[in-house]
């Protein structure tokens, strides 16, 4: 139980394009998601919180024009990054938590973005 | 705020060797602590998921402890094998954020 989907794992774009990466939790319902980034030879850093029908809490220094997210269903979230550029490439990660309650975060596999 | 820090950055070893990865927290005020497995270029995978109340968990050849009062928790990898060798991540779990370490990056010598 507890899986987290993302799709796609891997896209690759052409600067200026907007890429949209999914979160699903498969077998349960999030109250709240996550997206974290990671840089090359970094760890993953949180961008934002995202609670269903409201709107994301951004972590300082996190554009929300650039990185829009939308928490449409108690089992799914959306990321979308705006006119991409190869400074966005990164690799993304989504986390959910359990509708039932407690606080642990089940994580997605990742989705890794190239801009050209 | 949550610091976690992991040592070694990288760690190589001989097939075979016992091994113990080590991650530490600043704030004891945690809900759980999860160790990762990240390979180049991929994904996450959970290994083991200790919540605040445990004191480790066991998967197959591995161990996880947990010791949240000195903000330590360690990851033992047993008979070491060439398919260990990644790059593991713990992250502490607390309200509503998860805290990273940085990783130890695992070669495991044939």
């Known amino acids: 139980g507890a899986v987290v989907s993302q799709h796609p794992s891997r896209v690759i774009c052409k600067s200026g394009t907007s890429v949209k990466i999914e979160c699903r939790s498969l077998d349960f319902q999030a109250t709240t998601m996550f997206w974290y980034r990671q840089f090359p030879k970094q760890s993953l850093m949180l961008m934002a919180t995202s609670n269903e029908g409201s709107k994301a809490t951004y972590e300082q220094g996190v554009e929300k024009d650039k990185f829009l997210i939308n928490h449409a269903s108690l089992t799914l979230s959306t990321l979308t990054v705006t006119s991409a550029h190869p400074e966005d490439s990164s690799f993304y990660i989504c986390?959910?938590?359990?509708?039932?309650?407690?606080?642990?975060?089940?994580f997605g596999p990742g989705t890794r973005l190239t801009v050209l | 705020k949550q610091e976690v820090t992991q040592i070694p950055a990288a760690l190589s070893v001989p097939e075979g060797e016992n091994l113990v990865l080590n991650c530490s927290f600043t704030?004891?005020?945690?809900?759980?602590l999860q160790w990762f497995r990240q390979d180049p270029g991929k994904g996450l995978t959970s290994l083991l998921l200790i919540q605040s109340s445990q004191r480790e968990q066991t998967s197959g050849r591995l161990n996880a402890s947990l010791d949240k009062s000195s903000g330590r928790s360690t990851l033992y990898i047993a008979a070491s094998q060439p398919g260990d060798s990644a790059t593991y991540l713990c992250a502490v779990g607390g309200y509503q954020k998860v805290t990273f370490g940085t990783g130890t990056k695992l070669q495991v010598i044939p």
């Open positions: 704030d004891s005020a945690i809900y759980n």
């Open positions: 986390s959910a938590n359990l509708l039932a309650g407690g606080d642990t975060q089940y």
